[in-house]
């Protein structure tokens, strides 16, 4: 497949300012919206079935079966909610943030259609408390929709900004936290479409999943699902980042090569050095080995290597990159974003770390390897939600696919690379709130 | 009524229900007082209809709220392996030593309080650093001198 983007969801960004009205409309925006609400909500829910789209925020989950879990009006008469999951954290994706900052008319677009399928009449857009400037562009977007009640309907839509807390991605603790509460998960089930926020039949939805529904109205859904590969159907926003030429976000066709996504669209690996590894769908998924990147970026190939595309952020890491330390700043991450509901996630993540910090240092002895693959086995499937899971999975990859590595650190009493490497001694924020302690 | 009361209020109408208004309460709470006090605690309390417990017990889940003074600048600079794969470190470091301050310290006048941050959401613009909580990209070590320049001109 050639490394060209596809622009979808990114469409007319490169000849227009698609965050005015005006522009958006030019280019026929909002026409979408206006079909749809002349079809009946089932069927808009079967149009995007009919599409394959699955969720773009990370689980993958089919949109279109998702929206159909939602009892109907006459089944539960209490308000139904349409949430955007806005609060991208995950490290290595940037592509929401892009989404709402280039095209909010078709986001917002994306989230009136939603309405339309649910019958609901209360969009929140929950947006990462970080994120200032996209909330600035949607503020101005919202602005101008609200002048025009031709396109806006009956709907309200209220932009909820966050305050920092990556565990807030995760559907629940989202509606935890818009509900006014600490941002910690909830048991499931039962599920937001049954029970959401405020105990209502709640869809929460991602920025791109939303952003991608114009389209696939306009053009019909089973012209979309021509698009990409077999169970990952039409575009994806990459953020590609770390060692390459040309980090960014592109829009590709689901199914592009992930070689093609790092070589082509992201300019290969400067200075002239080795790809050692990519992670290929944000901290949260397993990690590739540099050459392992003759894959399909798509869900079922990267499943054959036992990894995802997630919220398909591409980091790619040089042969510079020590994997201890690379471990160390995950774990750091998932440590500091534990909410701290679950014991073993919230335990167990410090501990990863401290073990981490001992096998750098050279104090570790062998087993701790072995301690360190335990700790992540008890963090496993023991926790209401993913974070804690993501970092163990994560981390133990490394060590699975650098055990060399991680045994030179032993033998060698140290780090191989020391200074060399560009993730040495990086001060992480858990590392301010409370320094790591070393078990004697 | 004072007019942050006013403004919880007027907050409070966009929701079905008022706890939804807590964090944006907050917020407003933090930017009058400079951080969240006892008393800003009480007063965002008084206009959500609760107490400064609860108001407390939801402000510390969050990094963005600050239950302790900070300085009237914030500068963070995102340390996650894309940023740091950049060169993020380096960039601390050189705000350390320009500010005359270790991270997560304020300097001595309570201008500038300095700290690490997780993934900012701009791993393709690297290294990013949020100075008042607006994002500048592709920042090298050698633009922290004139980023804190700016700062203490006041700009």
Known sequence: MATEPRLIVMAGTEESDLTRLAEYEAIGGYRALQKARGLTPQAVIDEVIASELRGRGGAFFPTGRKWAFVPKPDQNPNPHYVVVNADESEPGSFKDNEIMARVPHRFFEGCLIAAHAIESKNVFVYIRGEYTGPHEILLGALKELEARPDLRGDVTIVLHRGAGAYICGEETALLESLEGKRGQPRTKPPFPAIQGLYASPTVVNNVETLATLPPIIEMGGAEYAKLGVPDSRGTRLVSISGHVERPGNYEIENGTSLRDLIYGLGGGIPGGRALKAVIPGGSSTVILKGDEIDVGYDFNSLLKLNTAMGSAGVVALDDSCCMVQLGIRISEFYEHESCGKCTPCREGTRWMTQILRRLESGEAVQSELDLLLDVCDRINGKCLCPLGETAAVAVASYVEKFRAEFIAHVDQGGCPFGESSPLHDVLAPVAVHAPATVPA | ?155
């Open chain 2, 1 to 155: 009524m004072s007019t942050y009361d006013d403004a919880v209020q007027e907050i409070k109408a966009r929701y079905p229900d008022w706890r939804s208004a807590a964090l944006p309460a907050l917020r407003l709470a933090q930017e009058q007082h400079g951080y969240l006090s006892p008393e800003a605690l009480r007063e965002c309390a008084e206009a959500l209809g609760t107490t400064p417990a609860f108001c407390e017990a939801v402000a510390s889940f969050y990094d963005m709220l600050h239950l302790a003074p900070i300085g009237r600048h914030m500068v963070e600079v995102c340390t996650n392996v894309s940023c740091a794969l950049a060169g993020a470190q380096q960039v601390l470091e050189n705000f350390e030593q320009e500010l005359g301050i270790r991270a997560g310290e304020t300097t001595e006048d309570g201008e500038v309080t300095l700290r690490p941050i997780e993934c900012l959401g701009g791993c393709g613009w690297a290294t990013v650093v949020s100075v008042d909580h607006h994002y500048r990209t592709h920042v090298k070590p050698e633009d922290v001198p004139a980023i804190v320049q700016e700062l203490r001109n006041g700009d």
